[in-house]
């Protein structure tokens, strides 16, 4: 068997509702959505990206989404973000600066041509849409955070957003419809 990098007992599984992978203990039932206390971030990320990563998420069909766009992103938190865990760390503890380094290296990375978005949110994005490549479907006005929402509809298809700032965190944005 594979190595997941999770504690004795704990496997990743796969909601069929949200069409993502979640962590579950048989033992004790318990299934949450953010990795448990003792996992290998390492191992998880190697994990993940072998066994849980989409290639694409196809389009949905014209005129269902009226209104709406696709977008996806790679997110970066910190210690003082609404929610200081991931998939990737149960416990974030970087400092809002640590992450800015850290997230305009992945733009830097990016607008050089050496990865694209989806790629790098494979392995790098503290959002579990990291599974979907960062892709968070089609979403209208009023769905999003208000900054995530304003950057990501003064985007236009193939675009990139530059970092921005939000309570869940910091991220770069790719309108993709």
Known sequence: MTDTGLPSGWEVRHSNSKNLPYYFNPVTKE????PPTGTDSEK????MAQHHSASAVPSAGSGQNDGKIRAGHLLVKHRESRRPSSWREADITR?????LDMIQAHESRIKSGEIN???LAVT????????KRGDLGFFGRGEMQKEFEEAAFALQPGQMSSVVSTASGLHLIERLE
């Open 44 to 47: 998880l990320k190697d994990f």
């Open 31 to 34: 299934s949450r959505w953010e």
């Open 95 to 99: 400092s809002k600066d640590d992450a």
């Open 124 to 131: 790098e994005s503290d959002c579990s849409s990291a599974r």
């Open 117 to 119: 978005l989806g790629d």
